[in-house]
């Protein structure tokens, strides 16, 4: 574990409504690791806690919400208990994150070079001048066209795709060990789409860079990352290497969710494939969080709620068919058809 | 934000149990509504409660000073004005003037408003135009200014200052009003009633005015403090309440006279008197819309 | 873009014309226009001339004519009082109320900023109560109550400064926070509601995640968003400053257009009134379609909307 760049361990992310009588588990015993250099994918339905676990990690949480529990250890350091002071330093300049919407990302008032430069500025001190150039370079390296020009633009003047190549680049600037995607694709439309992901692999593979890419889109998954991890009501209930989630997924919620692969990568909002609702994250039931809409579910799993089984080295499921003694037989008890895992 | 967050308890009793006991969560402003009430009281009982004439003083006991100052007297317990009235009882006869203007005016106001905005939401087309026009130019002028003007040509009375009133702010009424009805006119039960083939003015009298009478109480009770301040600003500038009424706007005026010789109390009295109510009604206002009404908090 | 210029310059002046016919109207049908047009102890010969003159003999539409021409010809008649037209004593009164009311902007901006700010940041907090507090009281409190208790503290006890008239900068300062305050309230309340929106933004977030310091965060990409309302509003504001200045203008004897207004109403100098009220609407409808058409040039969004 010593070599590993992040592993969160037992982290629980928490909203307490202001009387205190509501508690949303957001998060909710997450345990995660990844090492320089890979990536990895984590899906799940909207509203499963995938985001509130990104702004967990960069400890950006709204008000509401704080972290109840457990290490998040990044560089043999626990950000966890890391004074504020300290953990700006590491936003932006060790860990940057990309957000969902590049149209609202940008700050309409400002260059973007101002916007590109700013990390240069606060993290490494870097004159206006020199900052100013490496924005230049940078706006370069995320392969948009006449850069010097570009620099003294403002955000309305850009396309979508470009808008967020540009955030990619603000992303980049500090040339951080880590950088979070956050759905960086949702509003750009295909061809652009693929191009962007291209790009992220590229810099990836320049900047030897740990990516985590969180997406609802399984196909981006398989082009992208080398692990996965699946969120469903706050819990990461099966994560391994994505070769061997996709080709034995051991929770019939990975089951599901890789019946219902759209066709290459056509982007839906939702995984909508499987029946019901996710549960009220305020109110959750006694037994598995996932057992009211689970094909397989028996008995035990009504009452009981699954530890974090771990199947193999770096693979584990929070199900009880994936307890040791039924694991051998879960294909047979659940014939769920498999389709192209790629 | 959320609206309300009914309790688990609630949810069972009958809904005026629920709604008393709602009241009473969140944050009723209990003081602000005494004092209004105690305003009220005052108004209503004027005739037993001052201890003098309103309008008769006499010239030998002026400028008394309230009865814990040296040369007061507990005669006179907020002292005496310059042509010597009580300025207690004028205090008193104050709040009557002070409560019958302004609920009139805002009724005033609150009928033409709620009439003209339901028209105009819910006819749309040209008459909605006119009446938005019209809405508009008025809004232009500040109020205060705009009431000035009326009571320079009408001339200064009682009953003047409320048509005055009522007619520079029900353009306030007309545009929330109408927003209202504009969103109601979507709604299912309103689109059931036009296929049921009700007629337009039963639509509006039955469907839509029930429906925009709570935003008209919201507006109602923050217009109170604003009619208020209206009129003794009305007052004070001597085209409101004509003398010797007792009207709180009137006796500051006539007290800032005394107030650079130290006649402190012919302007502090009448002051608070005029902060507390009008402060008690936005309070009360306040809540009230975010309690009754979401869609005005942006007002 | 030139048609929403066209179109709201339409608006604009269709809001003119109905500000002046409502004028009109009240002025002809409440009543006897002559007892408010015509010199009080006039000769009844001279009443009859100026019922000629304002043709109030003729049918209504042709006297609106002739109102109307006279105000666009900047005829607004002469003051019974001091016999001189209208207009020269708005302009000779003009200088005075601009300063007033520019006095007052910057101390109603630099309260209601900051406190604005303040309570965004600290949103649920003290600083966000007290805000409330303070601009509930802003909005409340009776100018010529909030003046006379500056007076009674700061002439009366203190002798610190001058109770009324004209004069120096300290002459200024209690008529200009007087008027700023009930503005400092408004734009407080604007500056915290646009700042809290701001802040929920995604390139505020982003600039957190920049790890930016929560002073450049705030200072730097919140609040230059946050202010472009609020300096809007400081705008139309110092139009309607100048226009309501009318108590406490008559508070501290302070010789503006407020101040006329006031001697209109007591001389019963009826076309001073008019005046001050007819050029105060215009101004404003003007001021309003000079932001609206500010703001279209800015907000490309808002063109293609209308």
Not at chain 1, 49 to 63: H, N, Q
Not at chain 3, 195 to 209: F, G, H, I, N, Q
Request: positive net charge; aromatic residues 8%.
């Amino acid at each position: 574990m010593a070599n590993k760049l992040l592993s969160l361990e037992n982290v629980s992310a928490h909203y307490v409504s202001q009387q205190g009588t509501r508690v949303v588990r957001a998060v909710d015993e997450v345990t995660l690791s990844l090492d320089a250099g890979e990536t990895l994918g984590i899906v799940g339905e909207s509203g499963s806690g995938k985001s509130t676990l990104a702004l967990t990690i960069l400890r950006l949480l709204p008000k509401a919400a704080r972290i109840v529990g457990g290490r998040i250890m990044f560089e043999g350091e626990d950000l966890v208990d890391k004074p504020a002071a300290e953990m700006r330093r590491v936003r932006g300049k060790r860990i940057a994150m990309i957000l969902q919407d590049p149209m609202a990302s940008l700050n309409p008032l400002f260059t973007i070079g101002d916007q590109v430069g700013e990390p240069l500025r606060v993290h490494e001190g870097a004159s206006r001048s020199s900052a100013w150039q490496r924005a230049i370079d940078l706006i370069k390296s995320v392969r948009i066209a006449s850069p010097q020009t570009r620099v003294a633009q403002f955000p309305h003047e850009m396309s979508g795709g470009m808008r967020q190549r540009i955030v990619g680049a603000i992303g980049m600037s500090c040339e951080p060990r880590l950088l979070i995607a956050d759905e960086p694709t949702t509003s750009l439309d295909l061809t652009i789409q693929a191009q962007y992901l291209d790009l992220l692999r590229e810099l990836q593979r320049t900047h030897g860079l740990a990516l985590i890419f969180i997406t609802h889109n399984l196909g981006i998954v398989a082009k992208m990352c080398d692990q996965l991890a699946v969120m469903y009501a706050g819990r990461v209930v099966e994560q391994g290497p994505v070769s061997r989630v996709f080709s034995q997924p051991l929770h019939p919620y990975t089951k599901a969710l890789l019946g219902s692969i759209p066709r290459m990568t056509e982007e839906r909002e939702q995984l909508t494939a499987i029946d019901g609702q996710p549960p009220d994250l305020a109110n959750l039931p006694a037994g598995c969080s996932f057992a009211a809409r689970c094909p397989a579910a028996f008995a035990r799993c009504q009452v009981e709620a699954p530890p974090d089984f771990t199947v193999e080295p770096g693979r584990s499921a929070r199900c009880w068919l994936a307890a040791p003694t039924v694991h051998a037989s879960i294909d047979q008890t659940i014939p769920l058809s498999r389709s192209a895992a790629s | 934000m959320t609206v309300t967050t009914t309790p688990l308890a609630a949810a069972a009793a009958s809904p005026a149990a629920r709604t008393l006991k709602l009241w009473r969560l969140e944050g009723f402003p209990l003081i602000p509504v005494l004092i209004l009430l105690l305003i009220a009281f005052v108004a209503v009982f004027a005739d037993f409660l001052a201890p003098y004439d309103p309008q008769i003083g006499s010239l030998a006991r002026r400028f008394r000073p309230p009865a814990w100052e040296a040369g007061g007297s507990m005669a006179h317990l907020l002292g005496t004005d310059h042509v010597g009235r009580d300025v207690l009882s004028r205090l008193i006869f104050g709040a009557r003037v002070s409560m019958v203007v302004g609920l009139t005016a805002v009724l005033v106001a609150g009928g033409i408003g709620t009439l003209l905005g339901i028209l105009s939401g819910y006819l749309g087309g040209w008459v909605d135009q006119v009446i938005m026009r019209v809405t508009d130019a008025w809004l232009a002028l500040p109020a205060l200014t705009f009431a000035i003007f009326l009571a320079a040509i009408v001339g200064p009375s009682e009953l003047n200052i409320i048509v005055i009133l009522g007619g520079v702010y029900w353009t306030r009424y007309a545009r929330v009003v109408r927003g209202e009805v504009l969103s109601l006119k979507q709604r299912e039960f309103v689109r059931l009633a036009v296929v049921a083939g009700c007629s337009k003015w039963l639509i509006m009298r039955r469907h839509i005015l029930p429906n925009v009478l709570n935003s008209a109480i919201v507006l109602a009770t923050l217009m109170l403090g604003v009619v208020i301040v209206t009129e003794a600003s009305l007052s004070f500038l001597g085209v409101g309440v004509p003398p010797p009424k007792p009207a709180w706007g009137l006796m500051m005026a006539d007290g800032k006279k005394g107030l650079m010789v130290g006649y402190w109390w012919l302007t502090v009295f009448p002051g608070i008197c005029i902060m507390l109510m009008v402060l008690s009604a936005n309070l009360l206002g306040d809540w009230l819309r975010v309690k009754l009404d979401p869609q005005l908090r942006q007002l | 873009m030139k048609q929403f210029i066209v179109r709201r310059v339409g608006y604009s002046l269709l809001s003119l014309f109905l500000l002046s016919v409502t004028i009109f109207l009240f002025v002809r049908v409440t009543g006897d226009p002559t007892t408010l047009l015509v010199e009080p102890g006039a000769s009844p010969e001279d009443i009859e001339n100026m019922r000629h003159q304002f043709g109030l003999d003729q049918p209504l539409w042709v006297q609106y004519w002739l109102f109307a021409t006279s105000f666009v010809t900047g005829d607004l008649g002469q003051s019974f009082y001091y016999r001189t037209p209208v207009l020269e004593l708005y302009f000779q009164r003009l200088p005075n109320s601009l300063q007033l009311a520019a006095v007052a902007m910057v101390l109603s901006l630099l309260i209601g900023i900051p406190s604005g700010i303040l309570a965004a940041v600290r949103v649920g907090g003290f600083w966000d109560s007290a805000g409330k507090t303070f601009s509930l009281l802003g909005l409340s409190l009776p100018q010529f109550w909030v003046g006379l208790v500056l007076i009674l503290f700061f002439s009366v006890y203190l002798g610190w400064l001058p109770s009324s008239g004209s004069g120096g900068i300290l002459h200024l300062l209690m008529p200009a926070f007087t008027l700023g305050w009930y503005f400092a309230a408004a734009h407080m309340r604007l500056t915290r509601s646009s700042m809290l929106e701001v802040l929920d933004s995604e390139y505020v977030k982003l600039a957190r995640l920049k790890g930016l310091p929560e002073a450049l965060v705030i200072g730097k990409h919140a609040l230059k968003n946050a202010l472009i309302p609020v300096i809007t509003l400081a705008g139309i504001n110092l139009v309607v400053m100048i226009n309501v200045a009318v108590v406490v203008e008559t508070v501290f004897a302070w010789p503006g257009i407020g101040r006329l207004l006031y001697e209109g109403i007591t001389f019963r100098d009826f076309p001073v009134v008019q005046c001050v009220v007819v050029l105060g609407g215009s101004m404003i409808i003007v001021v309003n379609l000079l932001v609206d058409i500010l703001y279209a040039y800015i907000d490309p969004r808002i063109r293609l909307e209308s």
